[in-house]
Antibody, heavy 126, light 107 residues
Framework: QVQLQQSGPGLVKPSQTLSLTCAISGDSVSSNSAAWNWIRQSASRGLEWLGRTYFTSKWYNDYAPSVKSRMTINADTSKNQFSLQLNSVTPEDTAVYYC????????????????WGQGTLVTVSS | EIVMTQSPATLSVSPGGRATLSCRASQTVSSNLGWYQQKPGQAPRLLIYGASTRATGIPARFSGSGSGTEFTLTISSLQSEDFAVYYCQQYINWPRTFGQGTKVEIK
């Protein structure tokens, strides 16, 4: 079955870049039947969708307005994974970060998230 | 962005009892609504999509209803494994947004 395995550091200093990776098994990051998302959860902001990447003839990315200027999602087809980079972090970015899948048809992607990674607690602190 | 408001914040229910959770959207989301269950230390799990369609493997005691701005998740005959936090999520607009959650606890 399809699984998502997250990796990355649990501690990041303020003003630095948060980087996480989500490795996919049982599916392909370049599949045209899935969009790959990042979602975070904190006590102050709850569950917050951050962005997604998906491939349909070419790569597309969408980001939440709250992080758009600081966030990049990249796909690595050689490793079958996708990653999150969040620049200029502050303590407000402290959260559990999840990768998640939304399934897609040939013409659109579903809006719900049917598969999640295990979560990574990232603390922003000096 | 669409604000999702869940009530109550906490619901105390006896095992075998019935739980009714509410979710309200700040503007219409039609039937573009999902429900998730989250247990401590775990990722959310999809229960319902399309406001009323159970996801694969979800027991029939979970049911969803509603459309527009008012939605309900009902758990009939609560089992021990159902005590958790439940979230609603809209997906008619970007960004996707979640409610703040309802905790279902043992009475």
């Amino acid at each position: 079955q399809v699984q998502l395995q997250q990796s990355g550091p649990g501690l990041v200093k303020p003003s630095q870049t948060l980087s996480l990776t989500c490795a996919i098994s049982g599916d392909s990051v370049s599949s045209n039947s899935a969009a790959w998302n990042w979602i975070r959860q904190s006590a102050s902001r709850g569950l917050e969708w951050l962005g997604r990447t998906y491939f349909t003839s070419k790569w597309y990315n969408d980001y939440a307005p709250s992080v758009k200027s600081r966030m990049t999602i990249n796909a690595d087809t050689s490793k079958n994974q996708f990653s999150l980079q969040l620049n200029s972090v502050t303590p407000e970015d402290t959260a559990v970060y999840y990768c998640a899948r939304a399934t897609c048809t040939s013409s659109f992607c579903q809006g719900w998230f049917d598969l999640w990674g295990q979560g990574t607690l990232v603390t922003v602190s000096s | 962005e669409i604000v999702m408001t869940q009530s109550p914040a906490t619901l105390s229910v006896s095992p075998g009892g019935r739980a009714t959770l509410s979710c309200r959207a700040s503007q219409t989301v039609s039937s573009n609504l999902g429900w998730y269950q989250q247990k401590p230390g775990q990722a959310p799990r999809l229960l319902i999509y399309g406001a009323s369609t159970r996801a694969t493997g979800i027991p029939a005691r979970f049911s969803g209803s509603g459309s527009g701005t008012e939605f309900t998740l009902t758990i009939s005959s609560l089992q021990s494994e159902d005590f958790a936090v439940y979230y609603c999520q809209q997906y008619i607009n970007w960004p996707r947004t979640f409610g703040q959650g309802t905790k279902v606890e043992i009475k």
